[in-house]
């Protein structure tokens, strides 16, 4: 089991408010990497009381977990999960967040977990 999370910076303001692409960015994900979604993206307009913190979060779930972002236009910064029991390219995530959000500024942070579990990884090809 794999989750991967990335922290992209210098994001244009628009793109991250932009509630089509945040939906579109969700609802390919699963095809990029060779996972099954299972329901339709959920995608939420988040509004605090300190408007700093105002963005857009949503997530789609995959059979095999979920794929999650949480975008703060004000401070040009997305945050993306992805967490899979089943095996999928860590560069392949990178490389279409970067894309679709067009920038170059990126931490990936990838852990390993439930290494103790039972579960054995099944592939349907």
């Known amino acids: 089991m794999k989750h991967v999370m990335l922290d992209l910076y210098g994001c244009s303001r628009d793109l991250l408010s932009r509630e089509s692409l945040l939906r579109d960015v969700l609802n390919e994900y699963p095809d990029r990497i060779g996972m099954e979604k299972v329901s339709p993206v959920f ?5 605090t009381s300190n408007l700093l913190d105002d963005g857009m979060s949503g997530f789609v779930i995959i059979a095999t977990s979920h794929i999650s972002l949480h ?25 279409f967040a970067l894309h679709m959000f067009q920038t170059k500024d990126v931490e990936v942070h990838t852990i390993e977990r439930a290494t103790r579990s039972p579960r054995v990884a099944t592939s349907r090809q």
Do not use: R
């Open 71 to 95: 975008a703060w236009p004000c401070y040009g910064m997305v945050n993306i999960d992805v967490f899979s029991c089943e095996a999928f390219s860590t560069e392949e995530v990178v490389h």
């Open 43 to 47: 995608l939420k307009d988040i509004q």
